[in-house]
């Protein structure tokens, strides 16, 4: 099994690193393009749910292993959270482009963690 992780502020100018950083990362996976733009998009998604729950930072964990895994921490204390319908719209899309999610609260019933998989 192969890892890589990167740290990063999350912050909407971030993001497009991150999202080449994954396109690389599938690629080295020998995923196709349809499931790489489909990993980017939960990699993205990850973020936005945390940031909206008041994290900072988040550090993305990238394994290969018969396929992509993929875990994205929010790092530090969370901070003010945001209420906000757009987290459902996220967990959806999650849940119809990988084939497992799983989600890690912290004592204030906010999302710390994100998991997923895909082959």
């Known amino acids: 099994m192969e890892t ?9 100018e971030y ?33 936005l749910i ?3 729950n008041g994290y900072a930072r988040a550090k993305i964990e990238y394994a290969i292993e018969k396929g992509l ?6 790092v530090g204390t969370a901070q003010k959270a945001e209420d906000s319908v757009e987290d459902e719209i996220s967990r959806a899309l999650l849940s119809a482009l990988v084939n497992e999610v799983e989600y890690v609260e912290n004592e204030c019933g906010k999302v710390k963690q994100i ?5």
């Open 50 to 52: 945390l940031k909206r």
């Open 15 to 47: 993001f497009t690193t991150v999202r080449l950083t994954t396109g690389g990362v599938c690629s080295l996976a020998g995923l196709d393009v349809d499931i790489s733009e489909d990993c980017k998009v939960c990699v993205t998604e990850s973020l």
């Open 69 to 74: 895994s993929c875990k994205v921490c929010g």
């Open 115 to 119: 998991a997923f998989k895909t082959e």
């Open 4 to 12: 890589f992780a990167i740290e990063c502020p999350l912050e909407n």
